[in-house]
């Protein structure tokens, strides 16, 4: 049901990695990519170096707390996003980071660009993070450029339009689900990404499920040096509906859980309104409205 695709085989545009990568995009709205350029081990060590953050008491993590700045970059404690209005807000934990722009920049006010919090422990977060998120950019810009292919959009649609990213790095910790969860409650309840592209590393546990046509769910796991890809609102609305962001959730279950997506998301004056169209959509306009309504430190008063 879930398109399986060689990453290698897309770019090199074999026919058969071409018509699976049209099938995700345009039907299920997901598929999982392996034999990329990041390894099994290289993501090992990012979801063991996430999972020794986790683990630390709440009051080491309060230091990087995103809930003390106006930003989305930084830990939050479970509940601190609430994705689908009709659920309660999201137990796990998370940690984002973004793009780190240079002392002086312009850009540094805008808080899509906000200085990353890195924590001093554990220590070597910083140096892995960043360096996965670099060569995580560059995956997924190579997924992209073989979904361009696979789905007749014209390849510089999307050529320049990652330079200056808003892309988001997330580090997301799954407790085992509560003994108080209910019915309203989920480690990520059912919602659509907001971007383009994500590209999600996981510990192999599974937990990650996807709505299909006509209902029902269809659980979806990788293990580390596989990853599952899906497409966001921006996607959808730039091939004007023609790639599909599929709702997903994750409702937890007796394991914890580590899951790591980089939503690839592109520069703030992009337009993602559909190709041709009168109309103007800035992915940075609709990207700050999905981060008021859904972070709830950002939630206007
Ligand atoms: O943990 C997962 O498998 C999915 C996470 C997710 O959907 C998200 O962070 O947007
Ligand atoms: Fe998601």
Known sequence: MIPRIDLEAL?????????????????????????????????????????AL??????????????????????????????????NPDYKQVFDCGLTLPEGDPRLSNPFFAPNLWPEEPADFERV????????????????????????????????????????????FYPSRPAWAGAKDFGIATHTDYGCLTLLATDGSPGLEVRKRGGGWIPVSAPPGEFVINFGEMMEMWSDGVIRATPHRVQGGMSERISVPLFFNPAHETNVAPAGSEKVILAGDHLSARYNETYLHLKKA
């Not at 299920?28 to 993501?43: C, E, K, Q, W």
């Open 11 to 51: 770019s090199a545009g074999r026919p058969e990695a071409r018509a699976a990568m049209a099938e995700a995009a345009t039907e299920i709205g997901f598929a999982t990519v392996h034999n990329t350029a990041l390894s099994a081990d290289r993501v090992s060590e990012v979801i063991e170096t996430y999972r």
């Open 54 to 87: 986790f683990k630390l008491p709440e009051d080491r993590k309060a230091a990087y707390d995103m809930a003390r700045t106006g930003s989305n970059r930084g830990w939050g404690a479970p509940g601190s996003e609430q994705v689908d209005p009709d659920a």
């Open 129 to 172: 993070i960043r360096a996965y998120y670099t060569d995580a950019c560059a995956v997924a810009m190579e997924v992209l450029r073989g979904v361009a292919a696979s789905v007749d959009i014209p390849a510089d649609v999307f050529e320049g339009a990652f330079d200056a990213p808003m892309a988001l790095l997330g580090g997301n």
